[in-house]
């Protein structure tokens, strides 16, 4: 729900990924799903990695967000905009420590259609997510974020 106190975002993310990866894990059932193609040995070093430096990422946006006491939920209130720590490289930084977490489950299952899913996830995220962040963003903190915007890419 949005409103003058509330953030833009009706669906929390995580939900987003997650019922991705539930599709591509689901579709391994119904689809001969090839694999990855590399043993079990190689794909947990990957997966642990992958996993690993998605929740470093998202600690790290998570701290950025209590140090400058704004909420990292979308779907509540912003009340400062933060542009350090890990924001200085991206603007999005939790979106990408989620797609990394993401990547990280599929080599886990070894399923080449979840991770294939991956994409259109972001898609979804892009349109329906950080697209409305945007535009609440900018609407809030005017000038600042569009600063901001100018200097620091959406992703990567």
Do not use: Q
Not at 128 to 145: M, N, Q, S, T
């Amino acid at each position: 729900m949005t409103g003058p106190n509330t953030g833009p975002v009706r669906l929390p993310p995580p939900l987003i990924y997650v019922g991705f990866l539930l599709a591509g894990w689901g579709l391994t059932f119904v689809v001969a799903d090839p694999g990855l193609g590399a043993g079990w040995d190689v794909r947990r070093y990957i997966a642990f990695a992958l996993i690993v430096g998605g929740l470093l990422l998202d600690g790290a946006a998570m701290e950025s967000f209590r140090r400058k006491g704004t909420p990292a939920e979308p779907w509540k209130e912003s009340v400062a905009l933060e542009t350090g720590g890990v924001f200085r490289f991206s603007r999005n930084p939790i979106y990408v420590g989620f797609a990394l977490i993401y990547a990280g489950a599929a080599v886990w299952m070894d399923s080449l259609i979840a991770l294939a899913l991956l994409l259109p996830c972001m898609v979804v995220v892009d349109r329906f997510v950080v697209l409305r962040e945007e535009a609440y963003l900018f609407a809030k903190f005017g000038a600042d974020w569009d600063a901001y915007r100018s200097k620091v890419r959406r992703w990567l």
